[in-house]
């Protein structure tokens, strides 16, 4: 298993401003995943974040949007840009350990937009 | 196109059995997973299902027909603490998991 922590845990940005989210891992992980759960919904992929090269963005989201870095095997952030309300939900940061592919997740930030 | 099915809501005693399931629709399958998510925490993995047949884990368990695609997940001696939502979740043929929207159960005492 693996310790993930994120931050902010919880944030209240006003329209068309951005914010950067922080996820640590303890140890050195292959694959860091960037979620996001709007309230009563299922998870939704963002994007893969992948060390030394541009993140694999899933259908309906875009660099412009959710900039993502991974400088190194332990550290990853994701940008939310020029937010909206529609932007409001809990983001999570994961990562994957391989065999057998199951994840492991950090807390999650819970972001409001006004 | 892929899908996941799974009731939205369950009710079930403290000391009792309850059975979650779920049914998916996937062009190609590389394993099912059952995760627990408590109101407000982040998911947690319970389970990992790529052959037919049943993974005992403790009190949980979980079951796999792919021919049926169909998965169940099945918790004993049910806890006060077992109250959470638990996402069915299938591994597709490229490896990206789809969830679920997830079974919302609830234990009474």
């Known amino acids: 298993s693996a310790v993930i922590s994120q931050k902010p845990s919880r944030d209240i940005c006003q329209r068309g401003t951005s914010l950067t989210i922080q996820c640590q891992v303890d140890?050195?992980?292959?694959?860091m995943f960037w979620y996001r759960q709007q309230p009563g919904q299922s998870l939704t992929l963002i994007a893969t974040?992948?060390?030394?090269?541009?993140?694999?963005?899933e259908s309906g989201f875009v660099i412009d949007k959710f900039p993502i870095s991974r400088p190194n095997l332990t550290f990853s952030t994701l940008t939310v840009s020029n937010m909206s309300p529609e932007d409001s939900s809990i983001y999570l940061c994961?990562?994957?350990?391989?065999?057998?592919?199951?994840?492991?997740f950090g807390p999650g930030t819970r972001l409001t937009v006004t | 196109g892929q899908n996941i099915d799974q009731p939205t809501e369950m009710t079930a005693t403290e000391g009792a059995i309850v059975q979650i399931n779920c049914t998916y629709q996937?062009?190609?399958?590389?394993?099912l997973f059952w995760y627990q998510q408590h109101a407000g925490e982040a998911p947690t993995f319970l389970s990992y299902n790529v052959l037919d047949g049943l993974e005992e884990k403790g009190r949980f368990s979980s079951f796999l027909s792919r021919s049926k695609g169909y998965s169940y997940l099945l918790l004993k001696e049910l806890q006060m603490k077992d109250s959470a939502s638990y996402l069915c979740?299938?591994?597709?043929?490229?490896?990206?998991?789809?969830w679920g929207a997830g079974t919302k159960l609830i234990i009474k005492p």
């Open positions: 996937t062009s190609g399958f590389n394993g």
């Open positions: 979740v299938f591994m597709d043929s490229n490896y990206q998991l789809i």
């Open positions: 140890s050195q992980v292959t694959m």
């Open positions: 994961s990562v994957g350990t391989g065999e057998p592919y199951e994840q492991y």
């Open positions: 974040a992948n060390q030394g090269s541009e993140a694999t963005y």
